[in-house]
């Protein structure tokens, strides 16, 4: 399978902004919803933001207001720019398409660290 390819991570000060990018195969991101995770030291990972293939969007609450998920099919790219960072936002961020995960598929990229600081 393709790999997926996580950037755009590194260190910021609380208050700051990053914005991650996902490239995906063309092909898959066309016709799924793809979504952005994170996993914290010592903590489960979890669900963060969502778009589906309309431009449809979702948002853990912690994050409302802050993160916007948004796709760019002709560059089969998805971005997740992340405004006002918290250092609770610290973790390792990763994309996928949730429809897979849930078919059993282990379709994880390497993930890209997001540090902030207070």
């Known amino acids: 399978q393709v790999p997926l390819a996580e950037s755009g991570g590194g260190l910021v000060q609380s208050g700051g902004s990053l914005r991650l990018s996902c490239v995906a195969p063309e092909s898959l991101l066309r016709v799924n919803s793809m979504a952005w995770y994170r996993q914290a030291p010592g903590k489960e990972r979890e669900s963060v933001a969502l778009v589906t293939t309309d431009g449809s969007t979702n948002y853990t609450d912690s994050v409302k207001g802050r993160f916007t998920i948004s796709r760019d099919n002709a560059r089969a790219t998805v971005y997740l720019q992340m405004d006002n960072l918290k250092p609770e936002d610290t973790a390792v961020y990763y994309c996928?398409?949730?429809?897979?995960?849930?078919?059993?598929?282990?379709?994880w990229g390497p993930g890209t660290q997001v540090t902030v600081s207070s």
């Open positions: 996928t398409f949730p429809a897979l995960i849930r078919l059993g598929y282990d379709y």
